[in-house]
T-cell receptor, first 112, second 115 residues
Framework: EAGVAQSPRYKIIEKRQSVAFWCNPISGHATLYWYQQILGQGPKLLIQFQNNGVVDDSQLPKDRFSAERLKGVDSTLKIQPAKLEDSAVYLC??????????FGPGTRLTVL | DQQVKQNSPSLSVQEGRISILNCDYTNSMFDYFLWYKKYPAEGPTFLISISSIKDKNEDGRFTVFLNKSAKHLSLHIVPSQPGDSAVYFCAASTLSSGSARQLTFGSGTQLTVLP
């Protein structure tokens, strides 16, 4: 069974630029999560989707971050404009409803 | 406000000995607890979990203990192997709307098993 796919794996941008990350969850997983992991910290939930609806986006900085999950499958997370403090690993995870979360390898973002 | 805390950033253990990783939480609404293991350049992978109705769960070399009154859980690895060297994250869970679970992670403990 294929795991959670993410791209790109690495991205370097300058502050005030825009960036987008893509996630393809495990087939059949209704729930999709985006996490931000800053160096030395644990993953922090940014947004949670169930199918193509948002369950929780209370920790998403909505002035600059946006996410969508069209057709309830793939998802994209966008940052516009990026700040230095957005440097982190962005992890995508998926699960069956109420089930174990499976994580992708993450995208490491460096904002210069 | 850190609801899940792992106070030891690192731990070194000799191969064959026991590794004990600790985690404390503050939110009494958490009802399910998990440990994830993370290697460099990979996402976290699920290791073991425990429901709040239990105080112990064992899976091979890995045992998780839960002390609800102290809001404390620990992961025991016996015997420790060099391949166990990784960052271990404690996570606590509540049910969100629609029966989907949300995880709150600790900051992780880097375990190094010395040969």
């Amino acid at each position: 069974e294929a795991g959670v796919a993410q791209s790109p794996r690495y991205k370097i941008i300058e502050k005030r630029q825009s960036v987008a990350f893509w996630c393809n969850p495990i087939s059949g997983h209704a729930t999709l999560y985006w996490y931000q992991q800053i160096l030395g910290q644990g993953p922090k939930l940014l947004i949670q989707f169930q199918n193509n609806g948002v369950v929780d986006d209370s920790q998403l900085p909505k002035d600059r971050f946006s996410a969508e999950r069209l057709k309830g499958v793939d998802s994209t997370l966008k940052i516009q404009p990026a700040k230095l403090e957005d440097s982190a690993v962005y992890l995508c995870a998926s699960s069956l409803l109420g089930g174990e979360q499976f994580f992708g390898p993450g995208t490491r973002l460096t904002v210069l | 406000d850190q609801q899940v805390k792992q106070n030891s950033p690192s731990l070194s253990v000799q191969e064959g000995r026991i590794s004990i990783l600790n985690c404390d939480y503050t939110n009494s609404m958490f009802d399910y607890f998990l440990w994830y293991k993370k290697y460099p350049a990979e996402g976290p992978t699920f290791l073991i979990s425990i429901s709040s109705i239990k105080d112990k769960n064992e899976d091979g070399r890995f045992t998780v203990f839960l002390n609800k009154s102290a809001k404390h859980l620990s992961l025991h690895i016996v015997p420790s192997q060099p391949g166990d060297s990784a960052v271990y994250f404690c996570a606590a869970s509540t049910l969100s709307s629609g029966s989907a679970r949300q995880l709150t992670f600790g900051s992780g403990t880097q375990l190094t098993v010395l040969p």
